[in-house]
Each structure stands twice: as structure tokens, then as C-alpha cells.
Antibody, heavy 115, light 112 residues
Framework: EVQLVESGGGLVQPGGSLRLSCAASGFTFSSDWMHWVRQAPGEGLVWVSRVKSDGSSTYYADSVKGRFTISRDNAKNTLYLQMNSLRADDTAVYYC????????WGQGTLVTVSS | DVVMTQSPLSLPVTLGQPASISCRSSQSLVYSDGNTYLNWFQQRPGQSPRRLIYKVSNRDSGVPDRFSGSGSDTDFTLKISRVEAEDVGVYYCMQATHWPGTFGQGTKVEIK
């Protein structure tokens, strides 16, 4: 059974940083692209970032480019999202998602940016 | 970026009756490999999204056959043949042909 378990969310002040993690199991993690998708409270789904299976290529939504960094550790089956210079509009549930057709989703972790 | 437009945004339905959601893209979703990377997701209240349909019409494992996807190029449809209580939630289309991937606004399905 595929499992994606996010962690690392919480309350952070504007301008602060947070690192999200996603522990993956039940599939060959090193074979799949991985993504982060977010959902602001009461809003729709927005793609944030993706990383190639071997970590060699990364892509970002314009809204987070230069502030967020996606990475992965295939030896630990873990996906990361380093979030810097956080703003109030980054407040959202962040989902870890498997493969380029967004096949499997984690339960999400809530990030709240507020003073 | 490709804009995905869903309609309607709210869909009250009677149990046992059919439902249909339209999704239109601002440009063709046919990729150079001939595939069309249009997916449908269901998000039940309080839950994570779940993929129902991938590449226009392929149902995911465990998805009831009352769900079907169709369409081509820029015009796509998700149909529920007979709505059940467990189908309540928000449905999103999403294109993965032209990155960044983009989602529709979501269609909220509720029981009348």
C-alpha cells in the first residue's frame, strides 16, 4: 500500500522559514517524480513544485520561485520542501503527491503564516 | 499557463440521478507523444484529494464504474451515472500536459 506522510507544518511568522518532509513507502520512491500541491483554506488546489526521480531537475510555480526549494533523499525515501521568506498567502495545507499524473496523495500538513 | 475552466461550480443532484461536470482548457491538451494528460480528482469533505480518472478516460483502481471521463483536445467531461451519497465533495480537473500543471476551480457536488 502506498503511503505518503507529510510532517513539519505549523505556525510561523511572516518572513520565517519552515521545512516540510514527506515519508514515502509502498512503492519504488526513486523511480517517480514527486510533487508538492497546496490548498489555501476554503480554496482550490494549486501546484507548487516538482522534482525528477533522481533529483536532478526541479520546477516551481512562479509564486514560490526563489523562496521554496524542493529536494529528495532517495536513500531515505523522503521528499522535502524548504520554505523561506514565508508570506501570509503561503498559508495552506501542503500535500505530497506521487508522479506526474498525481496518482497518490498524502494527508497534508497545515502551514499557517501569521504574526 | 493553461487555464482550466470548470462548469458548473455548484451541482445539486438528486440521489440516483446522473451528474455531469464540464472542464475546458485554454489550449489543446494533446501532448507530443499523442497522449492527453487530463485528470479528474475527487475531494470529499475533510479528506485529501483522490485521483479518479487519468488521461481523460482511465479509471483508477477502486473507482466505481459509475464514474466516467470523456473528451478531447480542449473539452472534457466527468460523468456520474447515478449519484450516491458518498459522491458528495468537490471535483477538480487538472492538466498535466503543459507544465506548470493547472487545476480547474472545482465543482461542488451536493445532494438536493
Amino acid at each position: 500500500e502506498v503511503q505518503l506522510v507529510e510532517s513539519g507544518g505549523g505556525l510561523v511568522q511572516p518572513g520565517g522559514s519552515l521545512r516540510l518532509s514527506c515519508a514515502a513507502s509502498g512503492f519504488t520512491f526513486s523511480s517517480d517524480w514527486m510533487h508538492w500541491v497546496r490548498q489555501a483554506p476554503g480554496e482550490g488546489l494549486v501546484w507548487v513544485s516538482r522534482v525528477k526521480s533522481d533529483g536532478s531537475s526541479t520546477y516551481y510555480a512562479d509564486s514560490v520561485k526563489g523562496r521554496f526549494t524542493i529536494s529528495r533523499d532517495n536513500a531515505k525515501n523522503t521528499l522535502y520542501l524548504q520554505m523561506n521568506s514565508l508570506r501570509a498567502d503561503d498559508t495552506a495545507v501542503y500535500y505530497c503527491v506521487r508522479d506526474n499524473l498525481l496518482r497518490d496523495w498524502g494527508q497534508g500538513t497545515l502551514v499557517t503564516v501569521s504574526s | 499557463d493553461v487555464v482550466m475552466t470548470q462548469s458548473p461550480l455548484s451541482l445539486p443532484v438528486t440521489l440516483g440521478q446522473p451528474a455531469s461536470i464540464s472542464c475546458r482548457s485554454s489550449q489543446s491538451l494533446v501532448y507530443s507523444d499523442g497522449n492527453t494528460y487530463l485528470n479528474w480528482f475527487q475531494q470529499r469533505p475533510g479528506q485529501s484529494p483522490r485521483r479518479l480518472i487519468y488521461k481523460v478516460s482511465n479509471r483508477d483502481s477502486g473507482v466505481p464504474d459509475r464514474f466516467s471521463g470523456s473528451g478531447s483536445d480542449t473539452d472534457f467531461t466527468l460523468k456520474i451515472s447515478r449519484v450516491e451519497a458518498e459522491d458528495v465533495g468537490v471535483y477538480y480537473c487538472m492538466q498535466a500536459t503543459h507544465w506548470p500543471g493547472t487545476f480547474g476551480q472545482g465543482t461542488k457536488v451536493e445532494i438536493k
